[in-house]
Nanobody
Framework: QVQLEESGGGLVQAGDSLRLSCAASGRTFSNYAMAWFRQTPGKEREFVAAINRSANKYYADSTKGRFTISRDNAKNTVYLQMNSLKPEDTAVYYC???????????????????WGQGTQVTVSS
């Protein structure tokens, strides 16, 4: 089992920055690919960014160039630095962990086994 806990969400204005953190406990953190997804009411949970065990990074087109995912294996933590935030970035952001080895699979929520409870990010215009 892996337990995940997100933090860092909040209310910001368009153009502001925010950094989300996800602290993991349980199994060996470095063995897992980590990702961020987000969800708004009535919509599917969508991929935001992922980082694999080798620290290769993958981004959704909507976040590429504005968001940066990183991991600190010594702290069992993954981060999402979000810059130039837009109102359409408003969502609940979820951290996820999975033992994924195929580059094409990082984007799919069904490949992740463990999820955090989510943290709300609200961007006002």
């Amino acid at each position: 089992q892996v337990q995940l806990e997100e933090s860092g969400g909040g209310l910001v204005q368009a153009g502001d920055s925010l950094r989300l953190s996800c602290a993991a406990s349980g199994r060996t953190f470095s063995n897992y690919a980590m990702a961020w997804f987000r969800q708004t009411p009535g919509k599917e949970r969508e991929f935001v960014a992922a980082i694999n065990r080798s620290a290769n990074k993958y981004y959704a087109d909507s976040t590429k160039g504005r968001f940066t995912i990183s991991r600190d294996n010594a702290k069992n933590t993954v981060y999402l630095q979000m810059n130039s935030l837009k109102p359409e970035d408003t969502a609940v952001y979820y951290c996820a962990a999975g033992q994924i080895y195929s580059s094409g699979s990082y984007y799919s929520k069904t490949r992740y086994d463990y999820w955090g409870q989510g943290t709300q990010v609200t961007v006002s215009s």
